[in-house]
């Protein structure tokens, strides 16, 4: 409605479901946010307000969820392609995977079905997993059938990358 935040839209659409465990997807994130920093403010506070305003309300509701989707950057980041660290890629500041529980990124080259969906977080296993998206339905299911197969898809795939990097004789040592 005209006037209304997402935090407060949320805070009535959870008081219609008390006790029933309620499951909040915002997205996306960008759609919920003002028309830009206040004054004084950093780029880092802003959006870590904006994912706190929005986890507190959830928190307020026990056994309540929220998944918030996020766009990450459209450009390569850092030089020579991705970075180290898939939560850099999240777009926006350090802010928004700080105020967060856990973050993931799933990543998909252009045209292909497989992806990697990498996780971190508070109360989470931190781990990279082997996805394959169904094109008919658009479900992403884990390779391998298991977490663990999925994981353990990733490892190998790592290696062979690292072995494909050393020349002959580092290849021999």
Same mark, same amino acid.
């Given at each position: ?38 004054? %004084? ?96 339905? %658009? ?5 391998? %059938? ?28």
């Amino acid at each position: 409605p005209e006037g209304a935040t997402a935090v407060s839209v949320i805070t009535e659409w959870l008081a219609l479901y008390p006790g029933q465990k309620p499951f909040v997807i915002v997205d996306t994130l960008g759609k919920t946010r003002g028309a830009g920093p206040k004054s %004084g403010a950093s780029a880092y506070q802003e959006d870590y307000k904006a994912v706190g305003d929005l986890k507190r309300c959830v928190d307020a509701v026990p056994g309540s969820g929220m998944l918030i989707v996020h766009h990450t950057r459209k450009a390569e980041v850092g030089k020579g392609g991705r970075s180290a660290d898939f939560v850099e890629e999240l777009s926006g500041t350090f802010g928004l995977s700080g105020a967060a529980d856990y973050a993931m990124v799933l990543h998909r080259d252009r045209e292909t079905e497989g992806g990697i969906l990498a996780i971190t977080g508070r109360d989470v296993i931190e781990r990279t997993l082997a996805m394959t998206r169904d094109a008919d339905t %658009g479900l992403w299911t884990l390779d391998g %059938g298991s977490v663990e197969a999925s994981a353990a898809i990733i490892e190998a795939n790592r290696a062979k990358l690292d072995e494909s990097r050393l020349g002959g004789t580092s290849q021999e040592i």
